[in-house]
């Protein structure tokens, strides 16, 4: 082992910032002007917008925050932070050439202070400005996908050009089949730098015995509950859910496809009310987030925490679909070598996966680096989604990973499976 592992971190970091910011301008190369200050929909700012707040982002933390520095463009401030404009006021956005050179001379003077920057002790909100980055490129995904969904059902712009060649094994038949997870405790939450306040502390959580699908639920079997008037009877939907539907009469999920090669893929584009609905058509219900987290990645044999369903190796296209390197939903049973320990497949990657579980802080919980990043939506509305989806990037895909929705939001790339 070599002692210059100071150096070498401050390195890696600014290896992974260039990674990161490459994929994000990618998302832009087929943009167009309307697109990029256009609403996809009204819960949602426009994708230029994410762009220009990913670099505000980064100037207030690292170069505000760290070094000390007066604020750079001042003028954007009211308009590119969370909490400034209404979401319908963000479309009046400076072009895309103007955004990217803000990102640019953000990024030029974070790279200098890096140079200097005491790393250790910031390197974990480095990893969360990562991550932040991340989930709004993901949000940018959607979005686009989203405002290109019709023309997408004819051919895939966001697919990418290096798509890796798939995985070799196409072999196991999907069922209704459910696995059991025997009774006992688990460890869960993650406490590694990496890791969002909200999933910290790690801590133990006895679970009795319960079944949770091996795959989550396809577009054929969510056909069954189409085809049986799933979205006409109230009996299937929770109260809430049926005043939801009542208001916003939808038929199908939002990213359906009526296509025989589709049948395989996981339900995409659905809220959780849909999500309940079905469950309580099929007899199951949702699973809460600690089961979903002990049967992705919880070993029994073992009696250790997994950071992946498959291990503890980083995800590659042999385990999962996710980082846009597909670019769409793949069959739930594709991934052979990305089950989790208990035998469930497609647990990370593909689609979020909702939970019947309201967002909260564990027990211990600290926020970090500031209280609007998780803490605000601890209000009892919102429900927390796992696994990450096709468009998740590395830096915020883990199998301790918790996002978070309103459960009336099916614009994100989320599906679910049951449990019982
Ligand atoms: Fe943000």
Redesign the pocket.
């Known amino acids: 082992m070599k002692l210059t592992s100071l150096p070498s971190k401050r390195e890696t970091i600014r290896q992974n910032m260039i990674h990161v910011r490459d994929r994000t301008l990618e998302l832009f190369t087929d943009c167009t002007r309307e697109e990029f200050c256009q609403q996809a929909h009204p819960d949602f700012s426009p994708v230029g917008w994410h762009l220009g707040?990913i670099a505000l982002?980064e100037s207030l933390w690292i170069l505000e925050h760290c070094a000390g520095e007066a604020p750079l463009f001042p003028e954007y401030r009211q308009l590119l932070t969370?909490d400034g404009l209404r979401k319908e006021e963000r479309q009046n956005l400076p072009s895309f050439s103007v955004i990217q050179d803000y990102l640019e001379t953000v990024r030029n003077r974070v790279f200098k202070y890096l140079e200097i920057a005491p790393i250790a002790q910031q390197e974990r909100l480095l990893y969360w400005l990562l991550q932040?980055e991340n989930?709004?490129n993901e949000t940018i995904v959607f979005l686009l996908q989203l405002l290109r969904w019709k023309k997408l059902q004819e051919f895939s712009p966001l697919q990418r050009r290096d798509r890796p060649s798939s995985p070799s094994s196409f072999n196991t038949n999907i069922s209704d089949a459910m696995v059991t997870i025997s009774a006992g405790e688990f460890l869960m939450g993650n406490n590694n730098i990496e890791a969002q306040d909200n999933e910290r502390p790690e801590h133990l959580v006895y679970l009795d015995t319960y079944q949770i699908d091996r795959f989550p639920v396809t577009c054929q079997q969510y056909q069954e509950f189409m085809a049986a008037g799933g979205y006409q009877k109230a009996e299937f939907w929770s109260k809430m859910g049926w005043q939801w539907l009542q208001k916003n009469p939808v038929v199908q999920p939002l990213y359906w496809r009526d296509s025989p090669d589709w049948k395989e893929h996981p339900v995409c584009g659905v809220s959780y009310y849909e999500a309940e609905a079905y469950a309580t058509f099929t007899g199951k219900r949702l699973p809460t987030e600690a089961e979903w987290e002990k049967a992705a990645s919880w070993d029994a044999k073992i009696g250790e925490k997994l950071l992946y369903p498959w291990g503890n190796n980083a995800p590659n296209s042999q385990y999962c679909n996710y980082n846009t390197f597909i670019g769409h939903t793949t069959p739930v049973n594709l991934y052979i070598n990305g089950q989790s320990p208990w035998g469930c497949w497609d647990m990370m990657g593909n689609v979020w996966e909702w939970t019947s579980s309201l967002f909260s802080g564990y027990n211990g919980f600290e926020f970090y680096p500031y209280r609007g990043y998780s803490q605000v939506y601890v209000d009892n509305k919102h429900r927390v989604l796992r696994g990450g989806s096709w468009a998740t990037h590395p830096w915020s895909f883990r199998a301790s990973f918790r996002n978070w929705y309103h459960p009336w939001v099916r614009q994100i790339l989320v599906g679910f499976r049951c449990a019982m």
Request: no cysteine.
């Open positions: 707040h982002t969370a932040h989930q709004h």
